[in-house]
């Protein structure tokens, strides 16, 4: 070998260990990088993290605030709101109702006949989504486009039925955002949630602002009955099954409420009523306790929210928000490695990743997770992700969703603990008892919303924490049962009951 040969060899052996030199060095950088989201994605997992312990203590932050809720005017995060409901539907309410749903990301219409003993004849529901400029504009134009729909809802429905004929008709109003009631029929904003926020409303009566816009479009109905998503759900779970108690809502937003005796509402003394019972909108989307397993992720979601401070449960539990942690753990990795490739624009942009679609990655079941791959790709720009990532992505899908579903599990159980149907001793005096209560009655939760309705893994770890938390001795006597649709079709009813009801059965003394 000559010396310009040698030269050669020398200088190819020169170069080919710099380059492995390289590569080594880029496998274990990558394979460092991957060890980092590892430990961002455990980290995240332990401070999510349920374990039955930390559900009970939640059950019992639940109980306690409840009773403090109800105890004095603003004694607790949690407003345990009066509903003027103190008769649930039976099942024997008869004739043609409508009802408008108000407060998610749809705006429901329906029409219902019933035929009493129990019947629904006839059921038709409307969805259109709220424009989203609506949901910040000011109180006329959203009841002005409200009452419009309903017109046109009226003259779709009702077969060549004339307006005029509608006159008098009675009407239950569905609005998902906290009110105070005057009476059943009657209430004012207390503030806005789920990204609404129209100024001059708050304060306002809900009633008198959409009879103004009915009259504006010629519409003669009358709002017999004004109701949470919560109460109208729970009056559907009661005209099919006596037994139901409590009602949950998890859709954009989440929340309960459940039939208290009306001499626990301490806050209202000298509350009468011919049940001697009242149902209590809890608006537990707003209870807060230092229970609660709270992230970095949950924190800023939080400053960065329309509301900070305000409805800390529901930034954890609700449709509104879980797609949205997503994307903040995903954001997190992609800033700190490359594991994501180049940090995606879209990936900035605050509720790009819907719940929905967080929900459709969380249940690919397709062997190379093709599904997840295309969501990524379609919604947040982030392409030819290999396998092992796409896996870490349902996993945390699976963290969140876990987390919140097992949350509003500790909730229901708490509601079940306060009015004594957890099989413990219950609550008095503000104070939780210990010890095994006497005989378990068959209790009913009605659940609507989509989170649970159509969510399949969300509702099963509901179902499973619940059972977790009661224990296999009285987790048969609880049942949730499926109310779709029931937050209309309830407050259709509750107007049926009402219109029928010629004296106010509520009276505060
Ligand atoms: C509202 C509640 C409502 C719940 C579910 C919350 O944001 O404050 O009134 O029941 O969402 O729709």
Redesign the pocket.
Known sequence: MGKVGLGLAVGCAVASCAIAAVMVGRRVRSRRRWWWVVRVFDEFEEAASTPVGRLRQVVDAMAVEMHAGLASEGGSKLKMLLTFVDNLPDGSENGIFYALHV??TNFRLLRIQLGGQRAILGHDVERKPIPQHLMTSTSEELFDFIALSLKEFVERKGNNLQISQVRGRDLGLTF???VKQMSVSSGTLIKW??GFSIEDMVGKDIVECLQKALSRRGLDMTVAALV???VGTLALGHFYDKDTVAAV?I?????ACYLERADAVIKCQGLLTTSGGMVI?M?W?NFWSSHLPRTSYDIDLDAESQNPND?GF?KMI?GMYLGDIVRRVILRMSLESDIFGPVSSKLLARFVLSTPSMAAMHEDDSPNLSEVAKILEETLDIHDVPLKVRKLVVKICDVVTRRAARLAAAGIVGILKKIGRDGTGGITSGRIKSGKSGKMRRTVVAVD?GLYTSYTMFREYLNAAVAEILGEEIAPYVILKVMEDGSGIGAAMLAASNSAQSVDTVQVL
């Open positions: 407060g998610g998902s955002f906290p949630t789920k949470n998503d919560s809502v859709g954009t937003g989440t929340n909108n608006e989307g409805q529901e609700s919303g």
